[in-house]
C-alpha cells in the first residue's frame, strides 16, 4: 500500500518502480484520533502527508474538503517549502504515513536524475495548485 500511495501521487508519478521505492522508504508512520488537528495554517510545512486509511478535512476559504484513503495533503511543503496554506482535521482516526522535506531533499541531493524529473513534475504541480487557488 505504501508503495502504490506513493506511486499515484501527481509528484512521483513520472518515476520509475526504483525511485517510488527509494520515496516509500522515507516514509514514516503516525496514527492520530478523530477530530485531531494534523497541520494548522501558517505553521511551518516540514512534511507531506499520504492517508493510509481515515478521512480529514482540509478547511478551505471555500469550505472543508474531505479527503480520505489514498488521498494525500501537504504537498506544498514539498514543493515550496513555506508555511501551512490551510488547516487539516481528522474527521476518523487515520493512519497516515508522512514524508519530511529534509528526507525528500536528501533523496534529491544524492540522486541528480531523481531531482531532474522531479523539478519537473513539481514545477508542474505547483502552476496546478496555484491556478485551482486563483
Not at 499520504?50 to 476559504?61: D, L
Request: with cysteine; hydrophobic share 45%.
Amino acid at each position: 500500500i505504501t508503495w502504490q500511495l506513493v506511486a499515484k501521487n501527481p509528484i512521483f508519478s513520472k518515476l520509475d518502480a526504483m525511485h517510488v521505492s527509494e520515496v516509500a522508504n522515507l516514509l514514516h508512520h503516525k496514527t492520530v484520533p478523530p477530530n485531531f488537528t494534523i497541520v494548522q495554517k501558517r505553521e511551518p510545512a516540514d512534511s507531506m502527508y499520504f492517508i493510509a486509511s481515515g478521512e480529514v478535512a482540509v478547511q478551505a476559504p471555500s469550505g472543508a474538503i474531505r479527503l480520505g484513503s489514498g488521498d494525500f495533503f501537504g504537498e506544498i511543503a514539498i514543493l515550496t517549502a513555506s508555511t501551512r496554506t490551510a488547516t487539516v482535521v481528522s474527521m476518523t482516526e487515520c493512519e497516515l504515513l508522512y514524508l519530511l522535506v529534509d528526507d525528500f531533499d536528501h533523496l534529491l541531493t544524492a540522486d541528480p536524475d531523481l531531482k531532474d524529473i522531479l523539478s519537473k513534475t513539481m514545477e508542474e504541480r505547483l502552476k496546478q495548485l496555484e491556478h485551482a487557488h486563483s
